[in-house]
């Protein structure tokens, strides 16, 4: 199994910004995907940005434009750069990663956007 820890979450006024990190215990070189969840309260978890090993991104409609997905393969490290944020942006963050056929979840970071 690859261990995710997320971190960055935290409390920001609507229209900030803040940069999520994902560092893996393994190598993320070779992996087939990996992305960033959400799931706010009282709804289902829904993807928000999504990075192939070629490199390749996907973003709903939803964060395009204000979302950007990274990664650091010498730290082992995926990123959810997120700006412009809205009070709807609020929830549980979570890293995902494939490798084959096996997914690997973080235990998630809370993301709180208010005045």
């Known amino acids: 199994q690859v261990q995710l820890v997320e971190s960055g979450g935290g409390l920001v006024q609507p229209g900030g910004s803040l940069r999520l990190s994902c560092a893996a215990s393994?190598?993320?070189?070779?992996?087939?995907?990996m992305g960033w969840y959400r799931q706010a309260a009282g709804q289902e978890r829904e993807p928000v940005a999504r990075?192939?090993?070629?490199?390749?991104?996907y973003y709903p409609d939803s964060v395009k434009g204000r979302f950007t997905i990274s990664r650091d393969n010498a730290k082992n490290t995926v990123y959810l750069q997120m700006n412009s944020l809205k009070p709807e942006d609020t929830a549980v963050y979570y890293c995902?990663?494939?490798?084959?056929?096996?997914?690997?979840w973080g235990q998630g970071t809370q993301v709180t956007v208010s005045s």
């Open positions: 995902n990663v494939v490798v084959r056929l096996s997914s690997s």
């Open positions: 393994r190598s993320i070189f070779s992996f087939n995907a």
């Open positions: 990075i192939l090993s070629s490199g390749a991104t």
